[in-house]
């Protein structure tokens, strides 16, 4: 009887051995595995194919102070959302702020259409200069479709007289949505561009119509 009972101990002790050393060489193998790296991105170059509503340019210049965005989205992450659940991609993500590089592009847009005097990104503006801000309200690819994909951004645009009483002259959200198939992150960015390039297309008209 205890010749069985030692066998039986002796029997546990190797298999509660041989079970340490399977979970050991388990986490051998997953710090030795390279997890994927990170892909950076940007948003294309926008084509100003239309011309400035306007024939000639008003006699302002306009200055893009540094553009926001809402808490939400204050990530370079890429953001997806399924149903009611917002995710943040940790793989694919914006090489900038997006909202550094949408200012930039706005300012290159805006200056192309020729409406104004001159566009530029100075951090400082002087009495007789437009100020044009920017706030990233949305941007993220709405998954929760399995067959197609939508990329999405909004935007709230303020214009102000910048003097001594700061006058707004407009505030605007804009909004685009595009749909497009085969998600990558790739086809995600060549949407959101689109979706950059209707917005913009609809700001020239409302400031063409505003100021």
């Given at each position: 009887?205890?010749?069985?009972?030692?066998?039986?101990?002796?029997?546990?002790?190797?298999?509660?051995i041989?079970?340490?050393?399977?979970?050991?060489?388990c986490?051998?193998?997953?710090?030795?595995?390279k997890?994927?790296?990170?892909?950076?991105f940007?948003?294309?170059?926008?084509?100003?194919?239309?011309?400035?509503?306007?024939?000639?340019?008003?006699?302002?210049?306009?200055v893009?102070?540094e553009?926001?965005?809402?808490?939400?989205?204050?990530?370079?992450?890429?953001?997806?959302?399924?149903?009611?659940?917002?995710?943040?991609?940790?793989?694919?993500?914006?090489?900038?702020?997006?909202?550094?590089?949408?200012?930039?592009?706005?300012?290159?847009?805006?200056?192309?259409?020729?409406?104004?005097?001159?566009?530029?990104?100075?951090?400082?503006?002087?009495f007789?200069?437009?100020?044009?801000?920017?706030?990233?309200?949305e941007?993220?690819?709405?998954?929760?479709?399995?067959?197609?994909?939508?990329?999405?951004?909004?935007?709230?645009?303020?214009?102000?007289?910048?003097?001594?009483?700061?006058?707004?002259?407009?505030?605007?959200?804009?909004?685009?949505?595009?749909?497009?198939?085969?998600?990558?992150?790739?086809?995600?960015?060549?949407?959101?561009?689109?979706?950059?390039?209707?917005?913009?297309?609809?700001?020239?008209?409302?400031?063409?119509?505003?100021?």
């Amino acid at each position: 009887m205890k010749k069985n009972k030692t066998a039986q101990q002796i029997f546990l002790s190797f298999l509660s051995i041989f079970i340490l050393l399977v979970f050991y060489s388990c986490s051998i193998i997953n710090l030795d595995k390279k997890e994927p790296g990170k892909t950076f991105f940007v948003f294309n170059e926008i084509n100003n194919d239309k011309p400035a509503t306007k024939s000639k340019p008003l006699p302002i210049d306009l200055v893009l102070m540094e553009f926001t965005a809402a808490s939400e989205f204050k990530t370079n992450q890429f953001v997806y959302k399924r149903k009611n659940q917002y995710i943040k991609d940790y793989y694919n993500r914006f090489f900038l702020p997006p909202e550094k590089m949408i200012q930039t592009k706005c300012a290159t847009w805006l200056g192309n259409t020729g409406l104004f005097k001159d566009v530029s990104t100075k951090s400082q503006a002087s009495f007789s200069d437009y100020i044009l801000k920017g706030e990233l309200l949305e941007i993220y690819c709405d998954r929760t479709e399995n067959t197609v994909s939508y990329a999405i951004i909004k935007i709230r645009f303020r214009i102000i007289k910048y003097n001594k009483t700061d006058k707004t002259i407009m505030e605007k959200d804009i909004y685009s949505k595009v749909e497009f198939k085969h998600f990558s992150a790739g086809n995600l960015v060549n949407s959101w561009t689109k979706c950059l390039k209707n917005i913009f297309q609809n700001l020239g008209h409302e400031i063409s119509s505003n100021i």
